[in-house]
């Protein structure tokens, strides 16, 4: 592994990074003070750090599918980074491959990482989103509007290029090969500002997309909801995509989150899931490596402890036990049993991401902002009066009508 570059001063880099200290800051959302009480419930980083995690480092890149390039195994999300001195942490503890979004946070993640990568563009490997920062791009979008919100991508980002652009949030298969999002992309690396081109997919069609993808030869990368006991088995999928050279990221690992506030785990349990959960994804030598957002300096510290390790059995029991206490909390990426039973066509599963963003990753703001987004007439607002059909549609017994109504009560921006 090459020398890590010397550490920013902290100062220093926050004083030029000042047109984003309290842009975005929660209390502009979260205007009723009951709503507060959820702030501390939601770390997604051990509340007691261990001095052994302080300083960690990456100890194993792995090959990104065909691309020539060796990610580090445990990288770099930015969905609620707001502070580019964490992104050049990241860098200097030898994390090379960041992904971002257009959409998330406004920009401001785009905006932040930029800031990041400053005077290091080449030792990152940088993923972006055919997105906006309203939101994702339909696929009957005009080819050069595509290309102009890349081309926003590349301004925020301050670079020239980008590594790698996802065909975002992929659900279907039309808009997996949508004509558009293809045509901008061959123009896009015809003139060197896309290198690649990948998939991002957690919905109900998840096994059709990626093997779509696979078999058309058109995808280098693949990012997919990946975890512990996924729901569907994806073994196969991964099989497939490394035959073929197409980088497998997995992301969505820590199935929900929710082991910060889970009364029936010990606190040593608390400390160790999130290494746990990590060595478990990369327990597989054809993963090409793992995404989680990282907005805190001691998440760069915890997490990258999991880097170059294998799951053992206290790991696996420990994941086990995770996984028999959130079966019916945790809305399984992929699932998607529920849809059709729902009169109001609710995005059941839509919604629920939505919710655990809000409870347990600390995004309160992105989930706000996207449940807004919804028709009035398909939020959960419609669960209210509803005798909730979708329940006996599930085989892992959420209450989802409960935890609908909840999420509604929760995301609603105020009046």
Not at 210 to 235: E, Q, T
Not at 273 to 296: H, I, R, Y
Request: aromatic content about 10%; overall charge neutral.
């Amino acid at each position: 592994m090459k020398k890590a570059a010397p550490t920013i001063d902290r100062r220093r880099f926050l004083a030029g990074a000042g047109m984003f200290s309290g842009l975005f800051g929660v209390g502009s959302v979260l205007k009723y003070s009951t709503q507060f009480f959820l702030l501390s419930r939601a770390p997604t980083e051990a509340p007691e750090p261990r001095k052994e995690w302080q300083g960690s480092t990456v100890q194993s890149y792995r090959p990104l599918g065909k691309t020539g390039w060796k990610m580090s195994d445990i990288s770099m999300g930015t969905s609620g980074t707001s502070d580019p001195y964490v992104v050049h942490m990241a860098l200097d503890r030898g994390v090379n491959y960041i992904d971002t979004s257009p959409d998330y946070s406004d920009s401001l993640s785009e905006k932040t990482v930029g800031e990041g990568i400053k005077g290091r563009r080449d030792k990152v490997f940088l993923v972006s989103k055919f997105c906006s920062p309203s939101g994702h791009l339909d696929k009957d979008t005009p080819v050069p509007e595509i290309i102009e919100a890349v081309e926003g991508s590349l301004k925020r980002l301050q670079t020239d290029y980008l590594d790698l652009c996802h065909v975002h949030a992929c659900n279907t298969i039309d808009r997996l090969m949508a004509p558009t999002f293809h045509e901008a992309f061959d123009r896009l690396k015809e003139q060197g500002k896309v290198r690649f081109m990948g998939v991002s997919t957690h919905t109900p069609e998840l096994e059709a997309v990626c093997n779509h993808a696979i078999d058309s030869g058109r995808f280098d990368v693949m990012m997919v909801a990946y975890n512990f006991k996924n729901w569907p088995d994806l073994s196969n999928i991964i099989s497939r995509a490394h035959e073929k050279g197409v980088g497998f990221v997995a992301m969505k690992t820590l199935k929900g989150a929710y082991h910060t506030v889970l009364k029936d785990f010990e606190p040593d349990e608390r400390n160790s899931f999130t290494q746990a959960a990590f060595k478990w994804v990369n327990n597989d030598p054809k993963v090409s490596g793992l995404v989680v957002s990282m907005g805190k300096p001691n998440q760069i510290d915890e997490y990258l402890y999991a880097s170059g390790k294998k799951a053992d059995p206290a790991d696996l029991a420990l994941l086990e036990r995770y996984d028999r206490l959130v079966t019916k909390e945790y809305c399984r990426p992929g699932c998607g049993e529920c849809l059709d039973s729902c009169p109001y066509d609710v995005p059941v599963d839509d919604i629920m991401r939505y919710s655990m963003y809000f409870q347990a990753y600390g995004r309160e703001r992105d989930a706000m902002i996207k449940y807004s987004k919804l028709p009035r007439e398909r939020t959960a607002e419609a669960c209210l009066g509803c005798n909730a059909p979708c329940e006996a549609a599930c085989r892992f017994e959420v209450p989802i009508r409960e935890k609908l109504v909840k999420a509604h009560s929760l995301l609603k921006l105020p009046a």
